[in-house]
T-cell receptor
Framework: AQKITQTQPGMFVQEKEAVTLDCTYD???????LFWYKQPSSGEMIFLIY??????QNATEGRYSLNFQKARKSANLVISASQLGDSAMYFC?????????????FGAGTRLAVHP | EAGVAQSPRYKIIEKRQSVAFWCNPI?????LYWYQQILGQGPKLLIQ????????DSQLPKDRFSAERLKGVDSTLKIQPAKLEDSAVYLC????????????FGPGTRLTVT
């Protein structure tokens, strides 16, 4: 069964506007973590933001925020004031459980294009 | 602080040949991961080391893939013999902690099998 679902293969946004990238997840664990990574054309995965399942506040990191809706099992990434350098692939990932090793399960990704 | 280093960046081989990839994690990071990323998909964990011991290799095709981390620092991933479906980017990552913590990724090795 798909653990992480990213339903948007591609998105585009105008520079300086905000964009939301969708992510839903499936787990029966009470304790888990959700991550977003950016992968530019150069190939490396760049960590953006993390949300723990017990965190009551939505995570924010600069222009990135994570809209965490636990009951709906969604963890959408919001990028505010988009920049041309934000054009990249974006991956949502989940780490399940405590006590288990730090294994990430990734979604298929969303390609974001920022237009001037 | 130096990041995760990988080499080579690109490799083209013919099917049935062998290939090896090298990874040097961030200094002090005990946990090292190898991921396979097929075009159009997210990375998939192949193997995870804690120091020089394997803690998860459940998705490693052990009939053709092998990996080692002899001194608990750098690691090599080998494919022998390669198949067409092994064409992918192989990403190495490391983290300070085994159970929690952010994973830092290297630039990856793009393998093309012809």
């Amino acid at each position: 069964a798909q653990k992480i679902t990213q339903t948007q293969p591609g998105m585009f946004v105008q520079e300086k506007e905000a964009v939301t990238l969708d992510c839903t997840y499936d787990t029966s664990d009470q304790s888990y973590g959700l991550f977003w990574y950016k992968q530019p054309s150069s190939g490396e995965m760049i960590f953006l933001i993390y949300q723990g399942s017990y965190d009551e506040q939505n995570a924010t990191e600069g222009r990135y925020s994570l809209n965490f809706q636990k009951a709906r099992k969604s963890a959408n990434l919001v990028i505010s004031a988009s920049q041309l350098g934000d054009s990249a692939m974006y991956f949502c990932a989940m780490r399940e459980g405590l006590g288990g090793y730090n294994k990430l399960i990734f979604g298929a990704g969303t390609r974001l294009a920022v237009h001037p | 602080e130096a990041g995760v280093a990988q080499s080579p960046r690109y490799k083209i081989i013919e099917k049935r040949q062998s290939v090896a990839f090298w990874c040097n994690p961030i200094s002090g990071h005990a946990t090292l991961y190898w991921y396979q990323q097929i075009l159009g998909q997210g990375p998939k964990l192949l193997i995870q080391f804690q120091n020089n011991g394997v803690v998860d290799d459940s998705q490693l095709p052990k009939d053709r893939f092998s990996a080692e981390r002899l001194k608990g620092v750098d690691s090599t991933l080998k494919i022998q013999p390669a198949k067409l479906e092994d064409s992918a980017v192989y990403l190495c990552a490391s983290s300070l902690e085994a159970f929690l913590g952010e994973q830092y990724f290297g630039p990856g090795t793009r393998l093309t099998v012809t």
